[in-house]
Nanobody, 123 residues
Framework: VQLQASGGGLVQAGGSLRLSCAAS????????MAWFRHAPGKEREFVAA????????FYVDSVKGRFTISRDNAKNTVYLQMNSLKPEDTNRYYC?????????????????WGQGTLVTVSS
């Protein structure tokens, strides 16, 4: 299984980025997907999750109204649209997959992880 994240970069505060995570080696529609972020020396933080069909999503409070998670099962890809970015959103963002069930916000529940993509928001 491979999860290939992309789309990170440097953006000014208030700007937008769209992260993508392309999955291979698994039956994508059988997996719930999520984005986490992890800074060195800190706990991995849940950002957003989406169920297998795209019909249900969850967000950490700090990104509600600014970030949107979505998926395209035909393309085996999950996205994270990030708007109104803030310097505190600076982090490495990871996509993760878990077999479908109750949508999970705990990192330890996820089976597969991508390599991460770095987002830097300048003030």
């Amino acid at each position: 299984v491979q999860l290939q994240a992309s789309g990170g970069g440097l953006v000014q505060a208030g700007g937008s980025l769209r992260l993508s995570c392309a999955a291979s080696g698994l039956t994508f529609s059988s997996y719930d997907m999520a984005w986490f972020r992890h800074a060195p020396g800190k706990e991995r933080e849940f950002v957003a999750a989406i169920n297998w069909s795209g019909g249900t999503s969850f967000y950490v409070d700090s990104v509600k109204g600014r970030f949107t998670i979505s998926r395209d099962n035909a393309k085996n890809t999950v996205y994270l649209q990030m708007n109104s970015l803030k310097p505190e959103d600076t982090n490495r963002y990871y996509c993760a997959a878990v077999q479908r069930g109750p949508v999970q916000t705990f990192a330890g529940r996820y089976d597969y992880w991508g390599q991460g993509t770095l987002v830097t928001v300048s003030s």
